[in-house]
């Protein structure tokens, strides 16, 4: 009871470091808030691990803490950390509504999730809610940021919330499945960022307002 | 060799001459040679052995290898052709388009080498994406392949390729990401029934279609919501196909052909694999309104785009996603007849879409622009890409004798069958405004007198053989279907339609075949039941 507890209690906590990297100015704070919050799902794969007596997902947290609280941060860190458009640090919506419409999608996402019959989870619904909630937390953060480094990091927020998603419904799915899923994460971001370095390079913006020359 | 040395080596040889064709680059003088080499080489063993797995399919049935991981059965078959063989045609055609590039200055030997890397891991990706038989392993595999092209997409750096990959990673990867979910959900689901309780038989494919009347109705109701909004994001169904006439405009014409002959379909194939599940599970009802509805939509938002589109490139990337939504809807339509139509179609237009790119391609080098105001007199300036790219537009307009033409006529009888005709009328009206836009560009873009600044001249053989083998194939499937192309299909279509070995009640035939077994059938009637049956299947 009380793992699930802890369980519960991390996801929440995950929603809160979600809005830290949506709100945070630069890329070089967004990445170190990611960093935290990844830390974060770490912790919560190594509590599941315990509740649940299920061992493999000690190894996804090993594996997730070096790629997601030290790789890929480090990586966006050094990589974006010297792209910088002050015409592209605003959103579509201001913190306050950011705030208020991500309470709404996680109280959506639970909702919808306590419906879902299915004994594995029966205790793990409120998790189970914040993992959906935080996939749209990152579509959320991609639709209205302008900036197109923090699309990536509304990506990445995606990312994790269905890799939240896949340790409370498909732990026990082969091991080589999960370094799969992995390895398309990194990989995904790091084109991403090629193509960002690229474009800031090239067009002298981070603003997704100035990539609408392709229309009809 | 054993199926899995076979489906090992189809995957492993475009990957690794991919890692070879990047280490290239730091050769020096010799590394666009060598690069290319390596192109040619990897190109010819995927489409050699994708050959050999598709035989050995006809010849003994669905292959699986390591384990659980690897399936390949007819409807795989049938989209391991496009890959090897669009991907063989395609990669040919490529070579003289970017060597064409590299000597005018638009890309760098570095470049090239870059291009040839990411062009064999796209096709390692996209084999995968057929081969697997792992319900999750399919998804890495889809969300691979976005990486693999993307750097494709925007390989030239300008302003608008760089603007059409980043839309192309990020809407591609977001929509994918709902894949995921659809496919986690078939997992957890299929995990609680006792005889799938070992992970590896509840992300099994083919474990799940043998028990999927037991999965969970609602779940699997959400599930295929979610994996064809997800995967039909990358195969271009409207609404989720906003990145497509971007990416297939900007992107390098083979790699344009290859995106809209074998990806879009790569993406398709894994709808169809839930779409078996989830009719087992549901009754073939809720799929195949899903299908019907984004295929109406999809069809009919292309040809509103077709027929005011004045950029030759964009007017073939919504034909793609017109011709997408005709696959999904046969597959809505549904039946024997309605499956057989929409795995013809997905056929059928990915080679006539390869031609009509590569024939862009032509245009593209020798006007500078894809801008139809721009280009004129096409016939007389290069006669035989013009004609050959008149063919392959024609074609996907759904011309005769050519092979669009039969698929659409038998997704028109299906639905005529199926008792849809409001539905089928609907359709015909907005293919004949897709006709009408298709018309448009053919008569202004290869007709009329050529601007004096573009030097008349063919362009060079290696440019002109793929699009002439294109257009045989065409004629081939148009007028008179191979024998082992119509097992595929039929054996495809038990499989879409969990018949086992029972025989379906239409036969795969394009009209001419049909008109003459009527006429042959007139001079010595047969019994009347099978006339029966032969009429119900036009």
Known sequence: MTGTLIVNGLAGLLIVTSLLVIGAKKPTSSAVQYSLQSLVLVLIFVALAQTRHAHELNAWAITAFITKVVLVPVIMYKALGSLKDPAADSAVIGPALTVIVSAVIVVLSYVV??????????????????SLGHFFLGLLCIVTQRNILKQIFGYCLMENGSHLTLALLAHAAPEIVEIGIATDAIFAVIIMIVIARQIHRTLHTLDVRQLTALKG | MTPTQLLLALLLIPFCSGLIAFAMRWLGSGSRQLATLIHLVSISLVLVFSVLVINRVLADGALTALGHWFHIDSLGAIFLALVGGVGFLTGLYSIGYMNHEVRNGEIDVKTLCNYYGF???????????????NVILMWVAVEATTIGSAFLVGLYGQRTSLEASWKYIIICSVGVAFGLYGTVLIFSNASNLPMLSDPELATSWMHLVQHAQLLDPTLTTIAFVFILIGFGTKA??????????????EAP?????????????????????????ASKTLGPGMPQNLLLAFGIMSIACAALFIIVQRDIKRLLAYSSVENIGIVALAFGIGGPLGIIAGLLHALNN????????????????????????????????????????????????????????????????????????????????????VFAGIVRMVTGSLLGDAPENVQKGE????????????????????????????????NATKIVLNKGDAPLDVSVQTPWQMLSANTSQNVAPKPASEVATTTASH
């Not at chain 2, 196909?241 to 990416?247: E, G, I, R, V, Y």
């Not at chain 2, 007199?377 to 039969?406: C, E, H, R, T, Y």
């Open chain 1, 113 to 130: 999730v306590g419906h879902v019959e299915l004994p594995a989870v029966a205790e793990l619904k409120p998790a189970l809610g914040v």
């Open chain 2, 119 to 133: 062009f064999s891991l796209f096709i390692s990706t996209m084999v995968l994406v057929v081969i697997a038989n």
């Open chain 2, 236 to 249: 271009g169904l409207f609404p989720m196909h906003t990145w497509l006439p971007d990416a297939y405009a």
């Open chain 2, 253 to 277: 014409s083979p790699v344009s052909a290859l995106l809209s002959s074998a990806l879009s379909n790569c993406a398709f194939l894994i709808i169809i694999r839930y779409f078996i599940i």
């Open chain 2, 350 to 433: 990915s080679i006539a879409k390869a031609l009509a790119f590569c024939g862009s391609g032509n245009i593209l080098l020798k006007y500078g622009t894809r801008d139809m105001k721009a280009v004129k007199g096409v016939m007389n300036v290069m006669p035989a890409s013009a004609v050959f790219f008149g063919i392959g537009v024609l074609a996907l307009g759904g011309l005769p004798p050519f092979n669009v033409f039969v698929s659409e006529f038998l997704v028109v009888s299906a639905g005529i069958k199926a008792g849809n005709a409001w539905l089928t009328i609907i359709i015909m009206l907005l293919l004949a405004m």
């Open chain 2, 459 to 490: 362009l060079s053989l290696i440019k002109l053989v793929p699009m002439a083998i294109f257009v045989v194939i065409m004629l081939w499937m148009g007028i008179r279907m191979p024998q082992p192309v119509v097992t595929l299909l039929e």
